[in-house]
């Protein structure tokens, strides 16, 4: 059975369309709807953590690190945080993956990848705080984590921000000095949208950690992919394919899939087609199927 996990790295508000994790469509940000005027406090007592690091990937696409104000909650890879502010004297707050080792909690905090959802709930508030601003964190939650001691390939499949979790484990992977190969998917539908490529492009480049990455763009007309000369199509139309060209199979392969749940739902059912078992084809949805956060991040 899928797990259900964050609404948040991938969502924005509108239809279906393969960018998350951590969610309802994984394409452009909805449209404009106008200044927030929410008021955030800058101090709480529920507030427990800061905003350390931003990073900017687009403006509808942020890496956000958040540290605690005491020790560091310990956290498996592929398991997510949930973040929030007070505005209107209310606590905001949302789910997502952590994309960062967790070897780096205690000094560094937590690093989220996040897109903004214009006329959401909380993503709107996150994009105006400044650095140093307090927040409230918990967690973390989730069992969509790494099975010990797999020297299977590791087929990552993601759409949008989907692909944080996998950046989690193979940082973590690499610190502990034992790299599994992968094979990473991220789909998105513009090519500016590819949050991380350049690390993972730099891993298989130098050879530092044994990956293939793969990414791919769904909207083949959009001005803004002229020039991309990669793969097109959605994340889960290239999984037959990728697996024929690199030989993965049922004897030799693992599965972890995170994002969109129609992109899981009809990657999972190419995977079983092809003989991988359900227990050897791992799913974490930032969503229940049918219940789309409409404008909720």
């Excluded at 994009?127 to 990552?156: A, N, Y």
């Excluded at 899939?257 to 079983?272: F, K, V, Y």
Aim: charged fraction near 20%; proline fraction near 10%.
């Amino acid at each position: 059975m899928p797990v259900i996990g964050p609404f948040g790295p991938s969502v924005d508000a509108g239809p279906r369309v393969p960018s998350s994790g951590q969610p309802p469509s994984r394409g452009t940000a909805s449209p404009m709807t106008g200044p927030d005027l929410r008021v955030i406090a800058p101090e709480d007592d529920r507030y427990n953590a800061t905003l350390v690091a931003r990073s900017d990937e687009t403006e509808s696409l942020g890496y956000f690190t958040i540290k605690f104000d005491g020790p560091a909650v310990p956290f498996e890879s592929g398991q997510y945080m949930t973040i929030g502010v007070i505005a209107d004297g209310r606590l905001v707050q949302r789910p997502y993956s952590v994309a960062s080792d967790p070897g780096v909690a205690e000094s560094e905090g937590y690093e989220l990848y996040i897109r903004l959802v214009n006329g959401g709930q909380f993503t709107p508030l996150l994009w105006q705080l400044p650095l140093g601003h307090r927040m409230r964190m918990i967690g973390p939650k989730g069992k969509f984590t790494l099975l010990p001691d797999d020297d299977r390939t590791h087929l990552f499949i993601s759409s949008g921000t989907g692909n944080a979790p996998f950046v989690s484990m193979m940082r973590r992977l690499a610190r502990e000095g034992h790299p599994r190969r992968a094979v990473f998917l991220n789909g998105v539908s513009y090519q500016h949208e590819l949050g991380y490529r350049s690390l993972v492009e730099g891993w298989a480049a130098s050879g530092s950690y044994p990956v293939t990455y793969v990414p791919t763009v769904s909207r083949r007309t959009a001005p803004e992919n002229e020039g991309w000369n990669g793969r097109w199509g959605r994340v889960e139309s290239i999984v037959a394919p990728v697996c024929d060209e690199l030989g993965l199979t049922p004897a030799n392969t693992i599965v972890y899939i995170c994002g969109n749940p129609d992109m899981i739902l009809s990657a999972e059912e190419t995977l079983l087609g092809r003989g991988f078992p359900e227990d050897q084809v791992k799913t974490e949805l930032y969503w229940p199927k049918g219940k789309e956060p409409r404008g909720g991040e």
